[in-house]
């Protein structure tokens, strides 16, 4: 009963931080000029959201880790700790949340440069890729040297793959920097990744729960719902982004929660549209380059229904649709184990 009660409380003070920083938040941003600067390589309607406030994942950045930090405090005070099985899963919520944090402050960097410094594509490519490399090396370090050293991957529905040292650079490019580069391409449109990651994040909830691991039950909860207080300003047309600075915090959210379970493949079958988009990047630019043809109007993927005359509601609503499938046919290979 004390569980459920630090677990809603834990969602509710997540959505009311978030939500309530708006108000704060969102005007600051106009005041100081921060506003989102549309490039030419969008859709050219997109021109409408020019000076859009961004930077906006600080609203959610502050909801997650004071609700987080709360619902571990009361629960341990409580005495919930008396009855863990292993520390390693303390280790894996403030060792993912720290991760997440790194993420966003490189984030941020790109964000200020693109802003202020009037540089439009911020950090450049290499600067950014060596900097998420240290990241995502400092993140497994840490688990290691906790007790984390397995080196078998669960492959949902196919088994159990002892990787052996292979495993840490599959870890370090795929399943981590993958991961949080996955999630910043899905931030493209009104809503869409702070929908789809409010579903995926359900989806490791309910798995938490399965496998009682209260930590994290704990993280899930709280990004479901600063995804909500998010929304209330991010759906479309939204009043604030995101930006660089909150989309790698929650690319680093998805890490944290997958790696915290001890199941990180699951990220590819609960964020299917976060491999998606990456996979339609990449289609999109091998075919360019053999065949001098695209596969799609536009890359990512949802800029493809966009030219193809979706809305962006409506590109959210499925796409969030297809994450719910997702997260369903995971809990199902949970269930079924």
């Given at each position: 009963m004390m569980r459920t009660f630090i677990i809603l409380m834990t969602a509710l003070l997540a959505f009311g931080i978030t939500a309530l920083m708006g108000f704060w938040l969102i005007p600051l941003l106009r005041k100081v000029k921060y506003g989102q600067t549309i490039l030419d390589i969008g859709p050219v309607w997109h021109k409408n959201k020019q000076g859009t406030p961004t930077m906006g994942g600080f609203m959610f950045i502050a909801g997650?880790?004071?609700?987080?930090?709360?619902?571990?405090?009361?629960?341990?005070?409580?005495?919930?700790?008396?009855?863990?099985?292993?520390?390693?899963?303390?280790?894996?919520?403030?060792?993912?949340?720290?991760?997440?944090?790194?993420?966003?402050?490189?984030?941020?960097?790109?964000?200020?440069?693109?802003?202020?410094?009037?540089?439009?594509?911020?950090?450049?490519?290499?600067?950014?890729?060596?900097?998420?490399?240290?990241?995502?090396?400092?993140?497994?370090?840490?688990?290691?040297?906790?007790?984390?050293?397995?080196?078998?991957?669960?492959?949902?529905?196919?088994?159990?793959?002892?990787?052996?040292?292979?495993?840490?650079?599959?870890?370090?490019?795929?399943?981590?920097?993958?991961?949080?580069?996955?999630?910043?391409?899905?931030?493209?449109?009104?809503?869409?990744?702070?929908?789809?990651?409010?579903?995926?994040?359900?989806?490791?909830?309910?798995?938490?729960?399965?496998?009682?691991?209260?930590?994290?039950?704990?993280?899930?909860?709280?990004?479901?719902?600063?995804?909500?207080?998010?929304?209330?300003?991010?759906?479309?047309p939204a009043k604030v982004f995101m930006g660089d600075t909150g989309s790698m915090f929650l690319g680093g959210l998805v890490v944290a929660m997958g790696f915290g379970l001890g199941l990180p493949f699951l990220i590819a079958i609960i964020g299917i549209i976060y491999l998606g988009e990456t996979l339609s990047v990449m289609l999109q630019v091998a075919s360019f380059k053999l065949t001098g043809k695209r596969i799609f109007k536009m890359s990512p993927i949802h800029h493809h229904f966009e030219m193809s005359g979706w809305s962006e509601v409506k590109i959210v609503a499925v796409f969030s649709l297809i994450t719910a499938v997702g997260c369903a046919l995971a809990v199902w290979w949970v269930v079924s184990l």
């Open positions: 997650v880790l004071a609700a987080v930090t709360m619902g571990y405090l009361v629960y341990m005070g409580a005495g919930g700790g008396e009855n863990e099985i292993s520390p390693i899963f303390g280790t894996r919520l403030f060792a993912g949340m720290i991760m997440a944090m790194a993420f966003a402050f490189l984030g941020f960097m790109d964000d200020y440069i693109k802003v202020v410094k009037k540089r439009n594509l911020g950090l450049t490519a290499g600067q950014k890729m060596i900097m998420q490399i240290l990241i995502a090396a400092i993140y497994l370090v840490i688990l290691y040297l906790a007790g984390d050293t397995s080196t078998v991957l669960r492959i949902p529905f196919l088994g159990d793959l002892d990787l052996g040292l292979f495993y840490y650079p599959i870890a370090l490019f795929i399943l981590v920097v993958g991961t949080v580069n996955a999630v910043n391409l899905t931030d493209g449109i009104d809503g869409l990744a702070s929908s789809v990651t409010f579903i995926a994040s359900l989806g490791f909830m309910v798995i938490a729960a399965l496998f009682s691991i209260y930590e994290m039950q704990l993280l899930a909860v709280a990004v479901a719902g600063a995804m909500l207080g998010f929304l209330v300003w991010n759906f479309h």
